[in-house]
């Protein structure tokens, strides 16, 4: 089950963002009530992005390196924020 917000790579590669909706429907007691969740082709920009991203993202988890990625608050860019694995770090 997908959640609101959630980033997807589609069967044609494209990358898409699942986004609730509401559902209208005139003459019904409940329209407006009734909510849907779609995904949503993003734009070109954020296909490279995410692209270029995916691959990092698989190049860190093959080494054993846990990754979080972080759209920049412009929305123009990814960052990757790599951990130290935990028999690197001190306590």
């Not at 980033?7 to 429907?25: D, E, H, I, P």
């Not at 407006?32 to 734009?43: D, K, P, R, S, Y």
């Amino acid at each position: 089950m997908a959640y609101d917000g959630e980033l997807v790579k589609m069967q044609n590669g494209r990358w898409a963002r699942f986004q609730r909706c509401q559902v209208y429907r005139p003459g019904v007691a409940d329209a407006g009530e009734t909510m849907l969740l779609i995904a949503v082709e993003l734009e070109d920009r954020y296909q490279q992005l995410l692209d270029q991203a995916a691959d990092s993202l698989a190049e860190y988890r093959s080494q054993g390196v846990p990754v979080q990625v972080q759209l920049t608050p412009d929305a123009q860019g990814l960052t990757l924020h790599p951990e130290a694995p935990a028999s690197l770090s001190m306590n």
